[in-house]
């Protein structure tokens, strides 16, 4: 190999090192939803569910993408004996919310239908055996436009098209 053809080869290698460094070299953020009240994959407090206050754990949220208009939640049990039950229902959440506080509705937010016909939060209440509750979040591209009658599946026909990005949290809980 001729001493341009080596130069050549090799500018070529750094210049892909280099792009591929700074590449890498960016941040790269995942979105990501916590509580610090349970584990990803472990039980969920009893105050939380129908044999406590039956009242949301607060939940955290972080990597949103910037580009995000909105954010939407669904929090359903996919162990039901008669199918998936939908325990709540929630869009329109400000991107910027880093946190959901215990018992509470991010301003501006609105809720949807859950199983059990209501627009709020239902706590895990299995009638036996272990279930899990699955809080997934979204990014989304826009803000909805949606009526409080809403459900979990018209609430993700809705989203189609329009996920940036998504995460979840799983907790379990016991009869």
Known sequence: MNR???????????LFVLGIS???GKEVRKMNLTSPDFQNGKPI??????????????????GVPAEAKSLALIMDDPDAPAGTW???????????????????????????TNSWKRNNYGGP???????????????LKERLNLPHSTTSKE?????????????????????
């Open 4 to 14: 341009v053809n080596k130069t050549g080869l090799l500018l070529f290698f750094m």
């Open 22 to 24: 700074s590449l890498y």
């Open 45 to 62: 407090p009893v105050k939380f569910s129908c044999k406590g206050d039956d009242v949301n754990p607060p939940l955290v949220i972080e």
């Open 86 to 112: 939908v325990h709540w229902v929630m869009w329109n959440v400000d991107p910027a919310t880093s946190q959901i506080a215990r018992a509470s509705v991010p301003a501006g937010a609105q809720q949807g």
């Open 125 to 139: 209440c299995p009638p036996s055996g272990t279930h899990r509750y699955f809080f997934k979040l979204y990014a």
């Open 155 to 175: 609430l993700e026909h809705a989203m189609q098209g329009k996920v940036l990005a998504s995460c979840e949290l799983m907790g379990t809980f016991s009869h």
